[in-house]
């Protein structure tokens, strides 16, 4: 075990009392995250993600929509949308839009332009806004999870949600208000918490639905503000280049250069991440003591050094079947 965490008064203030001597000597500021600490979804989401109440059709429409789907291409998209149009009763347009959701959003985004355009032919207005619905309801439960760092099935969701969401909104030249998803505070509580690793690649697919938009596009104040802390971040020593990567992508989908990109400075006025066993940094051994108070970094800086290569926090991935089991059970579609 580490010593990060002194079990008595007397340890504690002593670690205290060390770490203000080092922040005196050193000129630092070691204001770091707590450790452990999650999201918090009620800053990131303020208005909440909205409850699902859903009431699943009959046994033969359940079928018909499965087929329809099974079937569905571009090719015969208005055929199957009026086939459709026809079973949706308004009581089960919310089960349908969980379905959709779930069941085809969620997990195959090849097709997420496909389903878009037989959103759109079905030419239901209230649909589309019970989609939305049921991504934030997924969205949120995805972020809360406490397998997200663990889990890179539960990353993928995530991912592809993000991607679904910036095609209806951004790339629709429709907002993403801030009350339901507060993008900036994600990006910020990501770093301070250690979730980049969820929260960058699903921030990024979002923004990329703005490359096809009128309004949203570079330089809209809202995406370039964005993008600033994008390339703070980018800046940050130890970042993990899979991280990076994300944001380099981004750019290249927007037509910006990431050296051209005005840095933003929120990060830096933010809780400051413990980058030892942090998914989100590589962090080199001799760096370790500059995220610790003195007194813990030694036995940190020991305990890294009898690890294998392989690194604290690796492996040990979730079976992609219990994630997905978790995804279908968010909404409870009454198909099973």
């Given at each position: 075990?580490?010593?990060?965490?002194?079990p008595?008064?007397?340890?504690?203030?002593?670690?205290?009392?060390a770490?203000?001597?080092?922040?005196?000597?050193?000129?630092?500021n070691?204001?770091?995250?707590?450790?452990?600490?999650?999201?918090?979804?009620?800053?990131?989401?303020?208005?909440?993600?909205?409850?699902?109440?859903?009431?699943?059709?009959?046994e033969?429409?359940?079928?018909?929509?499965?087929?329809?789907?099974?079937?569905?291409?571009?090719?015969?998209?208005?055929?199957?949308?009026?086939?459709?149009?026809?079973?949706?009763?308004?009581?089960?347009?919310?089960?349908?839009g969980?379905?959709?959701?779930?069941?085809?959003?969620?997990?195959?985004p090849?097709f997420?332009?496909?389903?878009?355009n037989?959103?759109?032919?079905?030419?239901?207005?209230?649909?589309?806004?019970?989609?939305?619905?049921?991504?934030?309801?997924?969205?949120?439960?995805?972020?809360?999870?406490?397998?997200?760092?663990?889990?890179?099935?539960?990353?993928?969701?995530?991912?592809?949600?993000g991607?679904?969401?910036g095609?209806?909104?951004?790339?629709?030249?429709k907002?993403?208000?801030?009350?339901?998803?507060?993008v900036?505070?994600?990006?910020?509580?990501g770093?301070?918490?250690?979730?980049?690793?969820?929260?960058?690649p699903?921030?990024?697919k979002?923004?990329?639905?703005?490359?096809?938009?009128?309004?949203?596009?570079?330089?809209?104040?809202?995406?370039m503000?964005?993008?600033?802390?994008?390339?703070?971040l980018?800046?940050?020593?130890?970042?993990?280049?899979?991280?990076?990567?994300?944001?380099?992508?981004?750019?290249?989908?927007?037509?910006?250069?990431?050296?051209?990109?005005p840095?933003?400075?929120?990060?830096?006025?933010?809780?400051?991440?413990?980058?030892?066993?942090?998914?989100?940094?590589?962090?080199?051994?001799?760096?370790?003591?500059?995220?610790?108070?003195?007194?813990?970094?030694?036995?940190?800086?020991?305990?890294?050094?009898?690890?294998?290569?392989?690194?604290?926090?690796?492996?040990?991935?979730?079976?992609?079947?219990?994630?997905?089991?978790?995804?279908?059970?968010?909404?409870?579609?009454?198909?099973?």
């Amino acid at each position: 075990q580490t010593s990060i965490h002194k079990p008595d008064a007397a340890a504690a203030a002593a670690s205290a009392a060390a770490r203000a001597a080092a922040e005196a000597d050193q000129g630092t500021n070691l204001n770091l995250a707590p450790a452990g600490r999650g999201l918090i979804i009620d800053a990131i989401m303020p208005a909440g993600a909205d409850p699902l109440t859903l009431t699943p059709p009959p046994e033969m429409v359940l079928d018909r929509v499965h087929l329809v789907f099974n079937n569905v291409s571009m090719q015969n998209v208005d055929q199957k949308a009026t086939e459709t149009r026809a079973l949706l009763k308004p009581e089960f347009l919310a089960w349908f839009g969980n379905y959709l959701v779930v069941k085809r959003i969620s997990t195959q985004p090849n097709f997420h332009h496909l389903y878009l355009n037989f959103l759109l032919k079905l030419d239901k207005p209230e649909l589309m806004q019970t989609v939305l619905v049921s991504v934030f309801h997924n969205v949120s439960k995805l972020l809360a999870s406490p397998k997200i760092t663990t889990s890179t099935s539960e990353r993928s969701l995530l991912k592809n949600l993000g991607s679904w969401l910036g095609q209806i909104t951004l790339s629709r030249n429709k907002p993403i208000l801030q009350r339901k998803l507060d993008v900036k505070e994600l990006l910020c509580q990501g770093y301070e918490t250690g979730r980049l690793i969820a929260v960058t690649p699903f921030v990024a697919k979002i923004m990329e639905g703005a490359k096809d938009s009128r309004v949203f596009r570079p330089p809209n104040p809202w995406l370039m503000a964005l993008m600033g802390i994008l390339r703070e971040l980018y800046d940050i020593d130890d970042l993990k280049m899979n991280i990076k990567f994300e944001i380099e992508v981004l750019c290249k989908h927007l037509g910006l250069k990431i050296d051209e990109v005005p840095r933003a400075s929120v990060l830096c006025n933010r809780l400051q991440p413990r980058k030892d066993k942090n998914p989100d940094f590589n962090v080199r051994v001799g760096n370790v003591a500059t995220q610790l108070a003195p007194s813990d970094a030694g036995s940190i800086v020991g305990e890294m050094s009898g690890m294998g290569e392989g690194g604290p926090g690796e492996g040990g991935g979730m079976p992609g079947s219990d994630s997905m089991g978790d995804m279908s059970d968010m909404g409870g579609d009454g198909s099973e």
